[in-house]
């Protein structure tokens, strides 16, 4: 568990790592990150295989560095994300490095796009319509759903 609030946080590097996931002992959980001023010269976040956090009302300036980097949701280290509260946070003057705000890497079966609930099984979602795929044999597989579909009700168990 671990609580970062109301603090001015500059580093020369990425300031809040979440470790490497799965491969060097698991990653960070259970904690929030809210209300603090993060200069940054690299990312504001690296949330590897993130699990129950809230990163809320922050807000991010660069650091004074020639390149501050984006900042990510992922799963490189083969893991998976989960229960990601990201909101109400001002990140500021995203145009050197990458000119990413935010990416969610996902390594394997990563899908955006539309669904549809199975009219005969409602735990099941079909896929369509949309770009790449998705595959339970991925454990950090990500399925990304445009706002516009939102008013499904997704009772998810397995993606077919």
């Given at each position: 568990?671990?609580?970062?609030?109301?603090n001015?946080?500059?580093?020369t590097?990425?300031?809040?790592?979440?470790?490497?996931?799965?491969?060097?002992?698991g990653?960070?959980?259970?904690g929030?990150?809210a209300?603090?001023?993060i200069?940054?010269?690299?990312?504001?976040?690296?949330?590897?295989?993130?699990?129950?956090?809230?990163?809320?009302?922050?807000?991010?300036r660069?650091?004074?560095?020639?390149l501050?980097?984006?900042?990510?949701?992922d799963?490189?280290?083969?893991?998976?994300?989960?229960?990601?509260f990201h909101a109400h946070?001002?990140?500021?003057?995203v145009?050197?490095?990458?000119?990413?705000?935010?990416?969610?890497?996902?390594v394997?079966?990563?899908y955006?796009?539309?669904?549809?609930?199975?009219?005969?099984?409602?735990?099941?979602?079909?896929?369509?319509?949309?770009?790449?795929?998705?595959d339970?044999?991925?454990?950090?597989?990500?399925?990304?759903?445009?706002?516009?579909?939102?008013?499904?009700?997704?009772?998810?168990?397995?993606?077919?």
């Amino acid at each position: 568990n671990y609580k970062i609030v109301n603090n001015d946080l500059l580093g020369t590097g990425i300031i809040v790592h979440t470790g490497h996931g799965l491969k060097n002992g698991g990653a960070a959980t259970n904690g929030i990150v809210a209300q603090n001023t993060i200069w940054n010269a690299n990312a504001a976040h690296w949330f590897d295989d993130i699990k129950q956090v809230i990163f809320e009302h922050n807000t991010v300036r660069p650091g004074g560095a020639e390149l501050s980097w984006g900042n990510n949701i992922d799963n490189y280290s083969e893991g998976y994300a989960q229960h990601v509260f990201h909101a109400h946070n001002n990140i500021q003057h995203v145009w050197a490095g990458d000119r990413e705000m935010m990416t969610f890497d996902p390594v394997n079966g990563a899908y955006s796009g539309k669904v549809d609930l199975d009219p005969t099984n409602r735990t099941i979602l079909h896929l369509s319509n949309g770009i790449g795929s998705a595959d339970a044999a991925y454990l950090g597989g990500m399925l990304s759903v445009p706002v516009s579909y939102t008013h499904l009700t997704l009772p998810t168990k397995r993606i077919v």
